[in-house]
T-cell receptor, first 112, second 112 residues
């Protein structure tokens, strides 16, 4: 089954404790992206990657890091999480562009 | 930059009636538009898209209308069913396939 998986689905952590949210897709997609979704705001892009070893900032990259060492994986790293990063995070992938992205199920992160 | 808004945060519709969900955008150079459906606890799911050289596009029970003059697009769902209950939001592409702005979403509630 073609899908985008994220782990963990739920995470509660404390300020400053480094964490990684994994994202994996099995569709051999080149384009992958991370978004955060907050109440009253639309999805906002954090980072995206056009291919292996190619990443670029989205609209809200501050406080986040990503890496794309393999085509299927695109982890999101929070080196020092803060409460304002409490949000619902989505990973997405598509064949080549931001068009027709397939979204993962989301990771709900709470930073206390 | 692009701003995207929806006219109503919540829409309640009787089962069997037609639903209309609206989206307004600000950038007249926007050239590609997508409607997504997001069910509770899930990631967004592609419904239908339209390019700026079109005014209307139809899918299965869904129609998207684009009015470039007033920078407005709408999603029409025919014979709304309980399974249509979800949050619907538009995505607007401006200046290429990498830059996308998402609307905040309209929650559609179907009354049995």
């Amino acid at each position: 089954e073609a899908q985008v998986t994220q782990n963990p689905r739920y995470l509660i952590t404390v300020t400053g404790k480094k964490l990684t949210v994994t994202c994996s897709q099995n569709m051999n997609h080149e384009y992958m992206s991370w978004y955060r979704q907050d109440p009253g705001l639309g999805l906002r892009q954090i980072y995206y990657s056009m291919n292996v070893e190619v990443t670029d900032k989205g609209d809200v990259p501050e406080g986040y890091k990503v890496s794309r060492k393999e085509k299927r994986n695109f982890p999101l790293i929070l080196e020092s999480p803060s409460p304002n990063q409490t949000s619902l995070y989505f990973c997405a992938s598509s064949a080549a562009t931001a068009y027709e992205q397939y979204f993962g199920p989301g990771t709900r992160l709470t930073v206390t | 930059g692009e701003s995207v808004g929806l006219h109503l945060p919540t829409l309640s519709v009787q089962e069997g009636d037609n639903s209309i969900i609206n989206c307004a955008y600000s950038n007249s150079a926007s050239d590609y538009f997508i409607w997504y459906k997001q069910e509770s606890g899930k990631g967004p799911q592609f419904i239908i898209d339209i390019r700026s050289n079109m005014d209307k596009r139809q899918g299965q029970r869904v129609t998207v209308l684009l009015n470039k003059t007033v920078k407005h697009l709408s999603l029409q769902i025919a014979a709304t069913q309980p399974g249509d209950s979800a949050v619907y939001f538009c995505a607007v592409f401006s200046g290429g396939y990498q830059k996308v702005t998402f609307g905040t979403g309209t929650k559609l509630q179907v009354i049995p």
